[in-house]
Each structure stands twice: as C-alpha cells, then as structure tokens.
C-alpha cells in the first residue's frame, strides 16, 4: 500500500475547477512599471530617497536603509531562498518518491523507441541541458532545452509557461512526438510489467490498477487530437473509468520525476559569499569575485536595468517578455510563445485545478486570473540567471550562442521581433567591449556550489535503497 497521499483530486463530471470562471488577463510590464514610477515621484513627507530596489518577484531583502547601496542592492539578490512549497504534488518533498523519479528519469524505457529519456536533452554532464539551439530525440523540437538546475523556484515551465508545475512539465515531453514519443498507456503497461517499478510505484503511491486485460488497457495510446490517429483511436475507445485510471498512473510518474528536479539546486555562488563579505566585511569574501564582476553588476542594475526583469534571489520575475528576437530557421514561424502558452496550460488535464492536483486551492493564484491577450503575443519565460554560464546556447530558440553574444544583443537591440512588439523598457545601451566583459563576468559569478554527485545520475535500483531490498 502507499501511504496516504490520496488519489488526486477530480473535480465533478471531470469539468474543469469552477473558480477558471474568474479571469483577468496578466498585466504587462510596461504597464506595471508606469504605475510603479507614478508611485515613487510623489512626495514621500520628507523621507530620504535611498538607492533604488526592485524588491523582486520572488522577495528578497533591502539591506538596512542606511547602509552602503551596493550592499541594499546585492542583498535584494541574494542569498537563495529555501525551495518553495509545491501543494499540488503531495509528493514533492517526498524523498522515496525523488529517488523513484531519478531512476524514471534516466530510463529510456519513456520513450517510443527504447533509446530516449529525459536525460537526452537535460544533460548534467551539460548543464542539465543539451548544448544544441534544438534538442534531438525521436525528432528535433522547435524550441532550445532550458536547464532543469534551480526550477523548483519556477512559478511556469517551458518556454511558453504551458505547464504550471514541475509533475505537469514532465509528462509532456514523455508523450511529444519530437521528444520521448511513447504514450501513456505504454508508461503505465511499463510500471505495472516490470517488477521493479511496480514494486516502487506501489511502495509509494499505493496499488495500481489491473491492466491486464488488452481489450480495455491497449498497448498503446493517447489523446492526441486526431480522431484518425491509431493512437488516439485506441485512448478514446477505452471508458472514461479506465482512462482515468491510467491518467492516474501518468501523473504520479510526473510527480515522481518532479520530486527528483526539486532536488538539482545549486546555490552558493561566488556571488552569493561577496554579498556576504558586503555584509560582514570578511576579506575573503569580499574577493570572491572579480572588480571586473562587481562594475558589470553595477551595470547591471544601473544603465542596464535588467534587474526589472531579472529580479530577486533568482534572477527572474517568473513572468513573459518579448525581447524582440528576430526569427531563425527551425523554430516555428507561427510560434506566438505566451499567448500561445495560456490556452494550453488552462486545457490541461494534469494542471494544478485539475483532477489529478493534490491541492487544486493553491493553484488558483496562477490559474484563476488567467486569460489571452494581445499583448502576450511573442513574449516567452524570463530565465533565472543563476547557473546561466553552464548552459549554452541562449534564448528559446538558442539564437545567441553565447553570454557575450547575450549581453551585446541587449546593448544593441538590432532585430526586428518575430511576433509582437518589444518589451518598451528595453532601449539600446550601446555598451563598449570591456562593460560588455563586465556584466558577462558577472553572469558568469552565478554559478552555483556543484551538486552531491548521486544526484547526476541513476540510482542503483528504481526501489529506494531505505527500503532494504
């Protein structure tokens, strides 16, 4: 038996979470910005006017008030946070669940021909990325594999933020024609056939169901849109009990997976012990990085303003942005990223308000308020930036190979956008070379502490070693 976690939570007749009813579209930034300004020209009843903060999305302190502004400054970007709650994977913490979710994701199993996994385009030999402009699996994508370190902090996953957590980001690629292309059905046959698996999974998510009669449990299936698809035909000739069923064991799978990505932190970069030494003036400390670093974060967060953007302990306001990146050959030149994004995040069945959310309450911050807008057309996720230097090439469609190439991109703004119209806060810097060196030196002082090395690769055994075997 597993131990208590539930089954999920459905939502009646399987229709989705009533409080999708009430929606507001996402704010641009411009938008928020103008407010923001407005706000701090009036008068403040004498109060001294201090360096400025950005007091980033996902928090961080603002120094003492009177203290050196670089340290008000830095402070705001460091130290990391304790990783977040994840409510609607009751599982997420779990630490049985993670190693079960490290062994799935290094099994080539989840793939249609035997010889791809997750590791294939989130490698952390490379960054837990693949080093490509478009990964190579069972196709090429369209779009450049993003790093897998740090995403626990994530508020969306991919490029267009059509997944809302790590367990739901997870299941896509599984079933992806140009990724793992099996289905899920062929997940669920794998876990409740192999010995092993179905000794884990059921030591921690409780029994599965009985798939053993083929007429109702095909081999293969999905849904996939296309009622002339062999694969779609065999998902939806199967009832809507036994189709849950399966749904089920899919979803603990992603949960699983996510429970081991929660784990790949890396935290304690060189950036992190000279903010230290801001604070506690330990010499050693203080040189953790480079004059060379500290004058390219004083851009940074000075002329550059990328600190609106790239915000807080993580680098990141967990928001979409359009940079104005011109298209290049092999991604999709209908690609409207964000507002694309939204109507798939809010059909998904695995989503943090559907059936298989352990808490659907909590997802209702992300997913209650949100609807399409013009204004999302060609915007795609802001990254973190820590660990950035160990993931080449940039940008959703990998169009910038390089952090130098990255940094004089935004100095010089001379694309015109695929799609949309450009964030407005973003104006040509027209950086030199050594200010460009400079906040590439900074960039390059995010890297985090390296990881416990068992995190970088399979277990032993897909059952947890705490149990004895």
Known sequence: MGRGHGAGYRSRGGSPHPFLARIVPETPLSTVL??????????DDGADSGPAMDGGADGGGAGDGGADPLLALAAQHSPLPAVPAEPTNAWADDPDAAWFGR???????????????????????????????????????????????????????????????????????????????????????????????????????????????????????KPTGDPDDPLDQAWAGMTEEDRHAVDLVFSHVGKAIAAYERQLVRGDAPFDRWVEGLQDGDPDKLAAISQEAIAGFELYRGQGNCHFCHAGPTFSNHSFHNVGLAWVPGTRKDDLGRYDGIAVVLADPFNGLGAFSDDPDAALYKLGYLVQGPDQVGQFKVPSLRNVALSPPYMHGGQLSTLTDVVRFYSELDQEPAWGHREELLVPLDW?????????????????????????????????????R
């Open 34 to 43: 103008a407010a923001l300004l407005l706000a701090c020209a009036a008068p």
């Open 103 to 221: 062994w799935l994701f290094y099994d080539t199993r989840l793939s249609g021909s035997g010889a791809h996994s997750c590791a294939t385009c989130h490698d952390p030999t490379l960054g837990f990325g693949d080093g490509l402009a478009f990964s190579q699996a069972a196709g090429t994508t369209t779009r450049h594999a993003p790093t897998v370190w740090n995403t626990a902090w994530n508020d969306w996953m991919f490029w267009d933020g059509r997944a809302d957590s790590h367990w739901a980001q997870a299941l896509k690629p599984i079933e992806d024609e140009a990724e793992q292309a099996t289905s899920r059905l062929a997940v669920a046959h794998l876990v409740a056939d192999d010995p092993l698996l179905r000794t884990a999974y059921e030591g921690i998510f409780g029994a599965l169901p009985d798939l053993s009669d083929g007429a109702r449990f095909p081999a293969q299936g």
């Open 432 to 468: 030199d070379d050594a200010q460009i060196a400079s906040v590439v030196a900074f960039l390059e002082s995010l890297t985090g502490a390296d990881p416990d090395p068992t995190l970088l690769g399979p277990p032993s055994s897909p059952v947890p070693e705490s149990w004895g």
